[in-house]
């Protein structure tokens, strides 16, 4: 299968921005997303890019593409105590069935 | 709209037994997907079901098995249950049109405790 890998902790204080970063082997990702996970919950789809975009900006949240290193990452601004969880990135692509890989997660601790 | 519903929330059954859990996807989406997920191991791939057929599967054994009714709701079974099996199962719903931007709708999960 398709290899998708992140860091598994990053801890920072309120108000900081946040910055989780994901690799990803499949050359050929259409989707890229990214995943929130709040502890005894399901995920939650926060964002995503197409792969034919650099960057994605939602309120908060910026999402930037890297494809020719397959690096993807998401920043978070002003973070705030409810921001921690667990985020994953995740891939899909046309070869893989419409399956999607998702990373290892990183757990996001807020400091207030 | 509705979200992702799953049954039950919390399951806890004995080595050996096997366990049926359900899935109730968003109102209109016919593919439904499940989710193996542990501390050790992360998400993994189960299988995925669209318009009744399995379309995709993971690398499990023949344990664990799933069906798709008409109306999209779907069933997950793993039989001879394992101490391994304890996790938390994700079902998740997408229209199944392809990959989009809409990713997949996921439900609350059923933690399975395997003793």
């Known amino acids: 299968g398709e290899d998708v890998e992140q860091s598994l902790f990053l801890s920072v204080r309120e108000g900081d921005s946040s910055v989780i970063n994901c690799t990803y082997t499949d050359s050929s990702s259409t989707y890229l997303y990214w995943y929130k996970q709040e502890p005894g919950a399901g995920l939650q789809l926060l964002t995503y890019?197409?792969?034919?975009?650099d960057m994605k900006q939602d309120q908060r949240l910026t999402v930037l593409l890297n494809k020719k290193d397959k690096h993807l990452s998401l920043r978070i601004a002003d973070t705030q105590t409810g921001d921690s969880a667990i985020y994953f990135c995740a891939e899909t692509s046309p070869g893989t069935g419409n399956q999607f890989y998702f990373g290892t997660g990183t757990s996001l601790t807020v400091i207030p | 709209k509705a979200g992702v519903t799953q049954t039950p929330r919390y399951l806890i059954k004995t080595r050996g037994q096997q366990v049926t859990l359900s899935c109730s996807p968003i109102?209109?989406?016919?593919?439904v997907s499940w989710y193996q997920q542990t501390p050790g191991q992360g998400l993994q791939f189960l299988f995925e079901?669209?318009?009744?057929?399995?379309?995709n599967k993971g690398n499990f054994p023949g344990r664990f098995s799933g069906r798709q009714f008409s109306n999209s709701r779907s069933e997950m079974n793993v039989s001879t249950l394992e101490l391994g099996d304890s996790a938390l199962y994700l079902c998740?719903?997408?229209?199944?049109?392809?990959?989009?931007?809409?990713?997949?709708?996921f439900g609350s999960g059923t933690r399975l405790t395997v003793v």
């Open positions: 890019i197409f792969s034919n975009m």
């Open positions: 998740a719903s997408s229209s199944g049109q392809g990959a989009t931007s809409y990713g997949y709708t």
């Open positions: 109102s209109g989406h016919r593919s």
């Open positions: 079901y669209f318009s009744e057929t399995q379309r």
